[in-house]
């Protein structure tokens, strides 16, 4: 039997047609690399701050005690009070003090009296003692007589004083202006100078003082890193921002006052002192803040969305970027910290590398992707052409 060379051609034919024809169809089939969006770093200048936990603490303090002894006759405040300096607070009874003051007037008008009488004797006997009428020496003694009695007045002006004194403080007066607390005295209490007990406490709060911590450690790295140039002092470096126990910004910036020379041993820490206008009295002393402090300005810095930061198993932080060739490339960073809601890149990129930020999740390094811009507000567009379309 001969073979049918004819049926055969057409066979293998139809078999190459049916063949090519699945080819192309696998080909439309295929899909495209995957849509990513895309951020372009850039090197831009960045202000460093850092927030450290601090104390409110009165901008002037004082404890009101009384100086002389004596029964409290009166209260002259309401407690809570704005009070201003020199303002009367307590009355301690004066009859003893009035007394004292009398009797030393009475001393000292008796001394006035008697350094006339020596004056005059001693005047006299200087008459007698050129004639040689009485002895050089009751001369001498008349003299040193009138001399006691001087210094006799002097010293009774000087109790009259004191006596004056404690008369005056039989009225307590404020010894600064600020707001006063509660009275631990009442009417009819004894009250001695010198007293351990505060009769009450007065603090001036406008301005206030915020105290706070910081690691030496921390301050020893910044001034390391200014010296080394990688930080440069901000024209805002001595202003200081306050958050409130609510998570409330106070509206009112403070000012860096100066920063202890010491270290404390048992905690490692430097406290810094700043100061607040507090006009409508918000900040109290005592309250739990978080002061935000500027620590310089880095220039050249790069910004990486938080979001398009992952780790690797070693729990190195690392982003995917685009190659000119729109292929995924896995890049390991130096992050040391975050800014808002991005993270400080100092080593692993270069200026101008596109970070993917969208789209990354089942990325693998050098798989091909579709890149597009990428912001906030707006997703990566689809790819061009969609699925293969069947002839």
């Known amino acids: 039997m001969k073979p ?6 057409v066979l293998l034919a139809s078999a190459l047609f049916v063949a090519g024809c699945g080819n192309k169809q696998e080909q439309q089939a295929a899909p495209p690399p995957p849509a990513v969006g895309f951020v372009a770093v850039q090197q831009q200048s960045v202000t460093l701050t850092t927030d450290l936990p601090g104390r409110t603490n009165a901008y002037e303090t ?13 209260r002259l405040f309401q407690e809570g009070d704005q009070v201003t300096k020199g303002q009367a607070l307590y009355r301690i009874d004066p009859a003893p003090y009035q007394a004292a003051v009398a009797n030393a007037r009475a001393a000292l ?10 004056r005059a004797l001693a005047r006299r006997y200087g008459e007698l003692v050129k004639i040689n009428a009485i002895a050089r020496q009751d001369y001498e003694n008349a003299i040193t007589s009138a001399q006691q009695a001087e210094a006799d007045v002097a010293a009774q002006q000087a109790a009259l004083r004191t006596a004056q004194i404690d008369l005056a403080r039989t009225t307590i007066r404020a010894p600064i202006s600020g707001r006063i607390g509660a009275s631990v005295v009442t009417t009819g209490a004894l009250v001695t100078a010198g007293q351990t007990n505060a009769l009450a406490t007065i603090q001036r709060l406008d301005p206030i003082y915020v105290d706070i911590n910081q690691s ?3 301050l020893l790295r910044l001034r390391q890193q200014i010296l080394a140039g990688q930080l440069a002092r901000g024209d805002g470096s001595a202003q200081v921002k306050l958050l409130l126990e609510d998570g409330s910004t106070y509206p009112i910036q403070g000012t860096l006052k100066f920063a202890d020379v010491t270290v404390d041993p048992s905690t490692g820490s430097q ?3 700043a100061s607040f206008a507090n006009p409508n009295r918000l900040l109290l ?3 739990f803040v978080r002061a935000q402090l ?4 880095q220039a050249n810095a790069l910004l990486v969305p938080q979001r398009a930061v992952t780790r690797d198993e070693r729990g190195r932080p690392t982003v995917l970027v685009v190659t000119p060739d729109n292929k995924a490339a896995q890049r390991v960073l130096t992050a040391p910290r975050t800014i808002g809601d991005n993270w400080l890149v100092i080593a692993g990129l270069k200026p101008g590398e596109k970070v993917i930020v969208e789209g990354a999740q089942m ?9 597009s811009p990428w912001s906030p507000n707006a997703k990566p567009a689809a790819p061009q052409g969609g699925q293969g379309q069947q002839k």
Do not use: W
């Not at 049918?4 to 051609?9: C, L």
């Not at 990325?363 to 890149?371: E, F, I, S, W």
């Open 4 to 9: 049918n060379y004819g049926q055969t051609a």
């Open 62 to 74: 004082s404890e009101v005690r009384p100086q002389v002894n004596g029964i409290v006759t009166a």
């Open 109 to 118: 008008a008796r001394s006035r009296a008697a350094i006339a009488s020596t």
């Open 216 to 218: 030496s450690a921390d």
């Open 271 to 273: 406290m810094i002192r």
């Open 285 to 287: 002393p005592g309250m």
């Open 294 to 297: 500027v620590e310089g300005v």
């Open 363 to 371: 990325l693998r390094p050098g798989a091909p992707v579709t890149p």
